[in-house]
């Protein structure tokens, strides 16, 4: 059984692995018994999304280094840059491009089989900055084979409008809750609780606007109005199967609701395919629906309808699905000096959007009767990973 | 309320007689398959973090979105 643990997780080879085969091959079959702290890594990527008129490009960084025994720090570095002529802006504005910066730091503390964590990250657009501060402890218990794992965060957002020195604050709370368990030799599964809370007087996108009929062939726009508090809650459930030839599959299924009278489902199934020493094939399919707000319209009959008024293609009832597919060549295995190992790696995803209660406006036509809209996206990314 | 006080102290038997026999059922030396790196729910978290704001940008639904642990229940 030993030698049969060590040939597969020879294979395997990440230092998670190799930490749990080491500890192992020393305590005498207590593999994974004592918690450990996340792999010393460094990612570089670039990242497209592409769908709907909108081109967001970018690098997305992060390095993770462990100091002594019970210390692992790392700080990200994400960028987005945007450049917009989606239906939103066609309607009621003109393109725009812009940037957001988001960079963040943070700690893991190990003590025992106790990990605690602390972040700050930081977001800047010309017109939205947020600050948000991340709390989490986790503990395995059960022999190793339970993590509970407890969360909270707290967001500071600062919404303004170009041309507009008027800006407004969100704050924003969010409480997790996670729970790991081991159910076989193959199967492990994840369910994971969270709240979110929002106030501020700008919870909607500041550039969206509702359309109200003026006549029975014309519209016009005006603000949307948002209520200055919603409660989200979200459930989900994840397993992951090791397949007898070396090959895994998972699901994951999460519920969703909020206090806008949103309700939201995914599903989503994967496979992952090694072959060989170096190569690692993954492919998975993902199903989104959800309905819309209590207070959407595609079309309010007049101009100040009602208390509440969103016309924003997130808040209406929609589905997606998503095929995508990625693949990771594994190199340099022990002769790269410092480093480790390394792996390049390539992913697609193409992202279907099907609206239900929100029409293209651009196309013309009687108001409430154009083609409702969808369209189609193509997220790549394409990245290095270092570990050392 | 006889019947109900016997069904609850079968109940009660049942369970403390369940509970104190639960043991950790894969032992850390079967753990090598979890600790896999195929069976991490986070592979590669710069991937996921990015996957999960893509959505998050364009669905209404937000949270419970993973990375509190998994793999081989060491980390």
Redesign the interface.
């Given at each position: 059984?030993?030698l049969?643990?060590?040939k597969?997780?020879d294979v395997?080879?990440?230092r998670?692995?190799r930490?749990?085969?080491a500890v192992?091959l020393l305590l005498l079959?207590?593999?994974?018994?004592?918690?450990?702290?996340?792999e010393d890594r460094a990612?570089a990527?670039y990242?497209s999304?592409d769908g709907g008129g909108i081109e967001i490009t970018g690098p997305?960084?992060?390095v993770r280094k462990q100091i002594g025994d019970s210390f692992s720090v790392y700080g990200?570095h994400?960028v987005d840059t945007i450049s917009s002529a989606s239906i939103d802006v066609i309607a009621t504005a003109s393109p725009y491009a812009e940037e957001r910066t988001e960079n963040s730091i943070g700690v893991d503390y190990l003590r025992d089989k106790v990990?605690m964590s602390l972040a700050y990250t930081n977001s800047e657009e010309n017109d939205f900055h947020a600050k948000s501060l991340h709390l989490g402890v986790?503990q395995?218990i059960?022999?190793?084979?339970?993590?509970v794992?407890l969360?909270y965060s707290r967001g500071w957002d600062d919404v303004g409008t170009l041309g507009n020195p008027e800006t407004f604050d969100t704050d924003r709370h969010?409480y997790?809750l996670?729970?790991?368990q081991?159910?076989?030799?193959?199967l492990?599964m994840?369910i994971?609780?969270?709240?979110?809370t929002d106030e501020g007087e700008r919870l909607n996108n500041p550039y969206r606007q509702v359309r109200y009929l003026t006549s029975a062939t014309t519209f016009d726009f005006q603000d949307e109005v948002y209520p200055n508090t919603r409660t989200?809650?979200?459930?989900?459930l994840?397993a992951?199967y090791?397949l007898p030839y070396?090959?895994?599959l998972?699901g994951?299924y999460?519920w969703?609701d909020?206090t806008?009278g949103?309700t939201?489902q995914?599903f989503e199934i994967g496979y992952?395919q090694?072959l060989k020493d170096n190569w690692?094939f993954d492919v998975k399919v993902r199903s989104?629906k959800?309905n819309e707000?209590d207070f959407y319209s595609d079309l309010f009959p007049f101009q100040d309808a009602q208390n509440f008024l969103a016309r924003d293609k997130?808040?209406s009832s929609f589905s997606?699905l998503t095929v995508g597919a990625g693949v990771s060549y594994e190199f340099g295995k022990g002769n790269l000096g410092f480093i480790d190992k390394g792996s390049l790696?390539f992913?697609i995803?193409h992202i279907e959007?099907e609206y239900d209660n929100f029409r293209d406006v651009t196309a013309g036509g009687t108001p409430g009767s154009e083609p409702l809209y969808r369209f189609d996206a193509d997220?790549v990314?394409f990245?290095i990973?270092l570990w050392y | 309320m006889r019947h109900s006080v016997i069904f609850m102290l079968v109940v009660i038997a049942l369970i403390g007689s369940g509970c104190s026999k639960i043991?950790?059922?894969?032992?850390?030396?079967?753990?090598?398959?979890?600790?896999?790196?195929?069976?991490?729910?986070s592979r590669?978290?710069?991937?996921s973090s990015?996957?999960h704001h893509?959505?998050q940008a364009?669905?209404?639904?937000?949270?419970?979105?993973?990375g509190?642990?998994?793999?081989?229940?060491?980390?």
């Open positions: 059984m030993v049969k643990a060590a597969v997780v395997a080879v990440t998670t692995a930490h749990c085969l192992g079959n207590t593999v994974c018994q004592a918690a450990i702290l996340p990612d990527m990242h999304y997305s960084i992060l990200t994400y990990t986790s395995e059960f022999g190793g084979m339970t993590t794992s969360g969010n997790r996670g729970l790991s081991v159910l076989t030799k193959d492990i994840e994971g609780l969270e709240t979110i989200s809650n979200a459930v989900s994840r992951k090791f070396r090959a895994a998972h994951e999460r969703f909020d806008w949103i939201a995914n992952t090694p690692t989104y959800q707000a997130e808040m997606t790696n992913s995803n959007f997220v990314q990245f990973s | 043991e950790p059922w894969v032992k850390p030396y079967e753990r090598d398959r979890l600790a896999d790196p195929i069976m991490s729910f590669d978290p710069v991937s990015y996957l893509v959505y364009r669905e209404a639904a937000r949270g419970a979105e993973g509190q642990g998994g793999g081989c229940g060491c980390n």
